[in-house]
């Protein structure tokens, strides 16, 4: 079935779609990821344009094509170990927690594919062992989480993975799996996954010490961003950190949070 091209104002449709599910704001000139990413929804259904898909996804009539559309619309970008400096930080907050001999929680607030959390979670280890720390990762994609849950990556994605942790948590495929690794399991049990969409009231997750919010906000207008940092504080512990990508911002977002360090922040 040929499928005849996205319109414009289908575009805007779409732009106003995933805003209006997911806070995310698509800039101009996206289309040829819009039609490329939905092409197969449309013959999927066999639908012929894709203002039809767009009126199956507000009809309800597939509850759950909304979700699968908001996954194939969000990008997910990530690597193991991004901004080192980060974790550098986190290794001092867990060395702090082991000699004050209390628990530590930290929350990957985008995790994608889960390469952030498993590397959160490799830092905590390795310093804290057996000992009580947690990682939550969360995502607006169902596709991704399944991915993280999963462990498994291409090689070329551990480049970033210091040798000694590699070797400690990081299972080599052989055979068919050649070129690949495998979180080690006891890891990848300490890691919890859950769908959560950030421009949405929260559910109780308790407080965290480190919230990693990083490489997510570059999708948000300027009032998304401020309600979605204002919900992660919520959940912030007093004197706990929140992380953000090296080339974002807080100005004029937040002005409560003390500024540690580019892209590190404190709460008082």
Not at 6 to 18: A, N, P, W
Not at 80 to 105: D, M
Request: charged residues 25%; positive net charge; hydrophobic residues 40%.
């Amino acid at each position: 079935m040929a499928v005849v091209a996205l319109t414009d104002k289908e575009f805007s449709q779409f732009q106003r779609f995933i805003y209006e599910a997911a806070g995310i704001s698509m800039a101009n000139g996206k289309q040829a990821l819009v039609s490329g990413r939905l092409a197969k929804r449309l013959a999927h259904y066999q639908l012929n344009s894709y203002g039809e898909y767009l009126r199956l996804l507000e009809s309800r009539e597939q509850a759950s094509e909304l979700q699968v559309a908001v996954d194939l619309l969000t990008t997910n970008e990530t690597y193991f170990f991004r901004e080192p400096k980060h974790f550098a930080l986190l290794r001092e907050l867990a060395l702090e927690a082991r000699t004050a001999r209390r628990s530590i929680r930290v929350w990957s607030a985008a995790s994608s594919t889960g390469e952030e959390a498993y590397s959160i979670a490799m830092v905590l280890a390795d310093v804290l062992g057996e000992a009580a720390w947690e990682v939550l990762g969360t995502d607006i994609s169902t596709r991704v989480l399944e991915r993280a849950r999963f462990g498994h990556y291409v090689m070329e994605r551990a480049s970033g993975v210091p040798l000694d942790l590699l070797k400690r948590y990081c299972l080599k495929g052989q055979g068919k799996q050649e070129g690949t690794m495998l979180i080690e399991r006891s890891l990848r049990q300490r890691v919890q996954f859950m769908h959560l969409n950030l421009n949405q009231p929260l559910p109780r997750l308790g407080s965290f010490d480190v919230i990693f919010l990083r490489n997510v906000m570059i999708y948000f207008n300027l009032e998304t961003k401020r309600q979605v940092v204002a919900r992660l504080l919520g959940q912030l512990r007093p004197g706990g950190y929140l992380l953000i990508g090296h080339s974002e911002t807080l100005n004029d977002i937040n002005d409560t949070l003390q500024a540690v360090a580019p892209s590190i922040y404190r709460k008082p």
